[in-house]
C-alpha cells in the first residue's frame, strides 16, 4: 500500500510539474489524466494539497480549459486558496499559479507574496498539519573542502607514515592499508562534528559582493516602481536590471570555487 500511494504522489507531482509546457491541443488529454490521478488520490481519502504553475488563466471564465480545470478540481472537493492576479505585466493579469486542497478548513495563511524573482509572483500557504518527525541525517558524514582543510589534510598526509603500505606484497591488502589510513586523515581533517557550524557554513554566500547587492536593491526598487504604475517604460527598466543581475549572479557562482561539500 506504502509504494502505490507513493506512485500516487509522483504522478500527482509529474503532471503539476510539466502542465505548463503542455500545448493547447493536448490539453485535453492531460484533463483527463490528471482526472485519472484525482480519482486514484479520492480513493486513498488522503489529504490532497496540489500547487504549482498550471498554465491556465483562471481570471478568464470565458477560457473553456479554465471552465473545465474548475469544474474538474471541485468535483473532487479540491478549493483554490488563490484569487488574485499571480503574473502581471504591461499586456494583462493573469492567475495561472495557485494552491488547491480538500483540507481548507487547515488553512491558517495563504495569498501571493509580492517579491520580484521572476515575473510569477510566488504563493504561499500554511497549515494545520501534524507532521512526523524526522531526524537529522548522521552528522558524521558531513564535510567540509574549504582551502584551510585541504591543506590541513595535504599536511597530514605528508606526515603520514606509509611504510607499511609500502613493504606490502600484497596488493589487495595494501589497497586496504592506504585507504584505511586516508579515511582516519580525511575525517579528522574535513569533519564538520558541529550542526551550528554546518548550517553557518551553507548561508554562507561569497558571490554576493556589495556592489552585486546595490543591483540587487536597484533591480527590486525597479520592481516595486512597476508594480505602482504598469507602464512599457516602468517594465522595461526593471526587466533590462532583472537580466543584468541575473547574468552576474551565473557568472559570480561559476567563478566562485566551490568551497564546502556535505
Known sequence: MA???LQISELLWFFCENLNIIENENKKVYMKQLEQVLL?????KKLVYLTGDLNIDLL????SYSSQLQNLLTSYNLKALINKPTRINIQKNSL???IFTNASENVTVCGVHLTDISDHLPIV????QQLVRIEFE????QFSFSRHRIDKLNERLLSTDWTDVLL???VDAAFELFTNIFRVAFKDCCQISSLGKIKKILKQKPWVTTDFRRMLNKKKYLYKKFIKNSSSENFLKFKSQSQICNKVNKQAKK?????DHR
Do not use: G, V
Open 168 to 170: 606490502c606484497s600484497d
Open 138 to 141: 548522521n552528522r558524521e558524514n
Open 125 to 128: 500557504a500554511c497549515f494545520k
Open 40 to 44: 486514484a488520490i479520492n480513493n486513498e
Open 60 to 63: 478568464e471564465n470565458y477560457e
Open 3 to 5: 509504494s502505490k500511494r
Open 255 to 259: 567563478d566562485q570555487p566551490c568551497i
Open 96 to 98: 495561472i499559479d495557485n
